[in-house]
């Protein structure tokens, strides 16, 4: 129903900044919630960031609170997140997810669609 591709990830130094992109096909973007995680070597995978599906609630983990904003624009199927002030300790690789509901959520499990994922490395 909905494929989701990551990219603009990369590599930073501390303090940098770096825009996260999802890509969406399928004609049914407008009804999802998107969400961002991240898992980092040897962690299990958390949850970043979450968008409703107009854009106008939005959620983070307290550790990017300040730093990242999530975002998304229907028209272009797309949504984003906006990395500022990154630190090391924000190195992951970092996933899509959606889920056809009108409620955000904190769990994997209850998101049925991921991307492949982009790798983003911050050096110190």
């Known amino acids: 129903q909905v494929q989701l591709e990551e990219s603009g990830g990369g590599l930073v130094q501390a303090g940098a900044s770096l825009r996260l992109s999802c890509a969406a096909s399928?004609?049914?973007?407008?009804?999802?919630?998107i969400s961002w995680f991240r898992q980092a070597p040897g962690k299990q995978r958390e949850f970043v960031a979450a968008?409703?599906?107009?854009?106008?609630?939005?959620g983070y983990v307290d550790s990017v609170k300040g730093r990242f904003i999530i975002s998304r624009d229907n028209a272009k199927n797309t949504a984003y997140l906006q990395m500022n002030s990154l630190k090391p300790e924000d190195t992951a690789v970092y996933y899509c997810?959606?889920?056809?509901?009108?409620?955000?959520?904190?769990?994997?499990?209850?998101?049925?669609?991921w991307g492949q994922g982009t790798q983003v490395t911050v050096s110190s």
């Open positions: 997810a959606a889920k056809y509901s009108s409620v955000w959520s904190i769990e994997t499990r209850e998101y049925g669609y």
């Open positions: 399928g004609r049914t973007f407008s009804f999802c919630v």
């Open positions: 968008v409703s599906r107009e854009g106008g609630n939005t």
